[in-house]
């Protein structure tokens, strides 16, 4: 299971900040071995999403066993579902999770370290709306 | 033939979040099935968020039970990390 490469984690946010905050904790929880590429923010630097940065992320975070992707809120979904729509030569599997972004993002995060496939890091990732911090 | 197994260890200090990290990336890669209890609380070791949702603190008893093909090694393996990662915390 872990000799295969591992699935990549993409986090888009309105903030770049935000995107890349939570791809240190997750990345250094899982022990740093997964690729997570973040797109946030808009290209100038502004509070937004942009479709370009979510494509180089994408492209990124595939290392060949695919990629996971977790939007933040609202038109970070619309934003990489026009990318689905739209993009040609993307990776193979490519799937979006429904989750909670710092949630999920680690526990997507960890279940890639323990060689997951997309099925079972997505899984882990929407799994995460129902983990109680209380 | 499945079997059973489980064993404790005393934490020597509080199961931070990577500790708690690097015991599901240890449990997820056993096919037997791994949980660990605390006192009246119980969590799946294959999932981060319920292992960091336990709370478990320095000085708490931690058992790990797994059922399954492999269940003696996925114990022994998660003893040796709670052991270890808890020393210095995370």
């Keep these: 299971m872990s000799d295969r490469a591992m699935v990549g984690i993409v986090l888009v946010s309105h903030s770049a900040a ?3 905050g939570t791809a240190e904790l997750a990345g250094q929880i899982a ?3 997964v690729t997570i590429a973040t797109a946030g923010g808009t290209e100038d630097g502004r509070i937004g999403t942009s479709i370009d940065k979510v494509e180089r992320a994408l492209r990124l975070a595939d290392g060949g066993a695919g990629v996971v992707i977790l939007p933040d809120l609202g038109s970070s979904v619309l934003t990489v579902r026009a990318l689905l729509a739209d993009a040609d030569d993307l990776p193979d599997q490519v ?3 429904d989750a909670p972004f710092v949630e999920g993002a680690v526990a997507a995060t960890v279940t890639a370290a323990a060689g997951g496939d997309v099925k079972a890091v997505l899984s882990a990732a929407e799994e995460a709306r129902h983990a ?3 | 033939m499945p079997e059973s197994c489980e064993a404790s260890v005393t934490l020597a200090g509080d199961l931070h979040a990577r500790p708690a990290g690097a015991l599901a990336v240890a449990a997820a890669k056993f096919s037997s099935s791994v949980e660990l209890v605390v006192g009246a609380s119980r969590a799946d070791a294959k999932s981060v968020l319920a292992v960091m949702g336990l709370g478990a603190s320095s000085g708490q008893q931690v058992t790990v039970r797994a059922a399954g093909p ?3 090694e996925a114990v022994d393996r998660l003893i040796g990390i709670l052991a ?3 020393k210095v915390g995370g």
């Design chain 1, 18 to 20: 935000l995107a890349e």
């Design chain 1, 31 to 33: 022990g740093g071995i």
């Design chain 1, 95 to 97: 799937a979006v999770a």
């Design chain 1, 132 to 134: 109680r911090k209380l």
């Design chain 2, 70 to 72: 492999d269940a003696r």
């Design chain 2, 84 to 86: 270890e990662a808890t």
